[in-house]
Every structure is written in structure tokens, then in C-alpha cells.
């Protein structure tokens, strides 16, 4: 089993920033991807950027040069790094990764975090 905690949601003025922090955990498993949705209030859920085990991302077009996703393998942690942040970017962020158990047998896992509330107002 895998547990994901997200943290560093919070109030920010336009053109802030923020770090979102996700942080995998549990016993015998390996990271093949992690990704970070958002859902704001009436709206879908929607996928704002992934990052694979080997280090490709991907972004949503809204967020592209704005925000980053790494990830620190050795901690089973991604940060998503929002820049410039818009009032539109107000939404509750979730993380979700995609493990494998390394034991047999070999399970692919797939986990949401309990998602963290980013607000951007003035």
C-alpha cells in the first residue's frame, strides 16, 4: 500500500508563487510516474503536469513556463513549482502517482493524495 501527503497549498496574491510538495510512502514499491491534477469549484478535474520515473514532464498548455514539477527519487517526493500564479489557477491540487510493487507479486498501484486548496486572490 502507498500513502501520498500532500503539503504548500495556501493564499497567494496574483503573480506569487507557490511550492507543492507530495511525498510517497509504504514498503517495497518503485515510482513509475506522478502527476498533479486540480479541480476548481464546478469544474472538472483536470491533469496540470506528470513527471516519469526517468525525469520527462509534461504540462497542461494553461500552466506551461509557469509551473515545474521535479522529482527527488531518493525521497519518493514531486514538488510542483507554480510561478505567475493567475486567479484562475485557484483549484484544490491532488497529487497521484502510479507505483509497482518490487516484490512478487509485481502490482501496479495507482494512489491520489488527499489534495491540498491553493487560492489566488487579491
Known amino acids: 500500500q502507498v500513502q501520498l501527503v500532500e503539503s504548500g497549498g495556501g493564499l497567494v496574491q496574483p503573480g506569487g508563487s507557490l511550492r507543492l510538495s507530495c511525498a510517497a510512502s509504504g514498503s517495497r514499491f518503485r515510482v513509475n510516474a506522478m502527476n498533479w491534477y486540480r479541480q476548481a469549484p464546478g469544474k472538472e478535474r483536470e491533469l496540470v503536469a506528470d513527471?516519469?520515473?526517468?525525469?520527462?514532464?509534461n504540462y497542461a498548455d494553461s500552466v506551461k513556463g509557469r509551473f515545474t514539477t521535479s522529482m527527488d527519487s531518493a525521497k519518493n517526493t514531486v514538488y510542483l513549482q507554480m510561478n505567475s500564479l493567475k486567479p484562475e489557477d485557484t483549484a484544490v491540487y491532488y497529487c497521484y502517482a502510479v507505483t509497482t510493487t518490487t516484490t512478487l507479486p509485481l502490482v501496479t498501484i495507482r494512489t491520489w493524495g488527499q489534495g491540498t486548496q491553493v487560492t489566488v486572490s487579491s
Open positions: 513527471i516519469s520515473s526517468s525525469g520527462n514532464t
